[in-house]
């Protein structure tokens, strides 16, 4: 019993995946070009949003359903700037790594990139009351705000700080700006470590 608690522990962390999305890249042509390469996701507790960005300068920056091109206090990459002699999916591109917490609607756009209102703009969880159509509708007739974007990652996300609303900042906490970086629970060697753990363990009961 004692092995079946100890490992419930590890399992979320052993299934949990990236959910990656290029900022920068067009969903429909897989080339350099507007907005986020899938525009609509649905990860669950425990994932990873890695907003991975291509050339020009992009940023993946919360904002709500009713205002998508506004920013609400909440999760901001940074803009992100790329060569653009590079190729759409040369290895080593800037990323940044979101944590979800939670499975409330969560909304993004490119500020940095300008072009929320021609559907830069990104959804996770959408819901059947709020969908990832009526989201992209809202950008394109939305206010862009005027100013310059931030360069800087929000200290309130970095904290990890968390709402249990959709339209409040994300229910997510941020893992920093690793380029390629793999990250805890998902594959590779420490996947690999944690399930030889609970094999031992195993062993053990035997």
Same mark, same amino acid.
């Given at each position: 019993?004692?092995?079946?608690?100890?490992?419930?522990?590890?399992?979320? /962390?052993?299934?949990?995946?990236?959910? +990656?999305?290029?900022?920068?890249?067009?969903?429909?042509?897989?080339?350099?070009?507007?907005?986020?390469?899938?525009?609509?996701?649905?990860?669950?507790?425990?994932?990873?949003?890695? /907003?991975? /960005?291509?050339?020009?300068?992009?940023?993946?920056?919360?904002?709500?359903?009713?205002?998508? @091109?506004?920013?609400?206090?909440?999760?901001?990459?940074?803009?992100?700037?790329?060569?653009?002699?590079?190729?759409?999916?040369?290895?080593?591109?800037?990323?940044?790594?979101?944590?979800?917490?939670?499975?409330?609607?969560?909304?993004?756009?490119?500020?940095?990139?300008?072009? @929320?209102?021609?559907?830069?703009?990104?959804?996770?969880?959408?819901?059947?009351?709020?969908?990832?159509?009526?989201?992209?509708?809202?950008?394109?007739?939305?206010?862009?705000?005027?100013?310059?974007?931030?360069?800087?990652?929000?200290?309130? +996300?970095?904290?990890?700080?968390?709402?249990?609303?959709?339209?409040?900042?994300?229910?997510?906490?941020?893992?920093?700006?690793?380029?390629?970086?793999?990250?805890?629970?998902?594959?590779?060697?420490?996947?690999?470590?944690?399930?030889?753990?609970?094999?031992?363990?195993?062993?053990?009961?035997?």
């Amino acid at each position: 019993m004692r092995f079946i608690y100890i490992a419930s522990l590890f399992l979320p /962390f052993v299934l949990a995946a990236d959910f +990656t999305v290029g900022v920068g890249k067009d969903e429909n042509t897989g080339k350099k070009g507007l907005g986020f390469d899938p525009s609509s996701i649905n990860p669950a507790v425990g994932d990873f949003i890695v /907003f991975e /960005f291509r050339s020009g300068s992009h940023s993946a920056v919360q904002s709500t359903f009713d205002a998508p @091109c506004t920013p609400n206090g909440g999760f901001n990459s940074g803009v992100q700037t790329v060569n653009d002699s590079l190729a759409v999916d040369a290895p080593d591109l800037p990323t940044v790594r979101l944590l979800v917490n939670d499975t409330q609607p969560l909304w993004f756009f490119d500020q940095a990139g300008g072009l @929320c209102n021609k559907g830069a703009v990104l959804s996770a969880n959408p819901s059947t009351s709020q969908t990832d159509a009526a989201f992209k509708a809202n950008a394109a007739n939305a206010v862009v705000p005027s100013g310059t974007p931030s360069s800087s990652v929000n200290s309130a +996300t970095s904290a990890g700080t968390a709402t249990p609303s959709g339209s409040g900042p994300a229910s997510a906490s941020q893992s920093g700006q690793p380029s390629g970086a793999e990250r805890v629970g998902t594959g590779g060697a420490y996947n690999i470590a944690i399930l030889a753990m609970v094999w031992a363990l195993l062993m053990q009961r035997l």
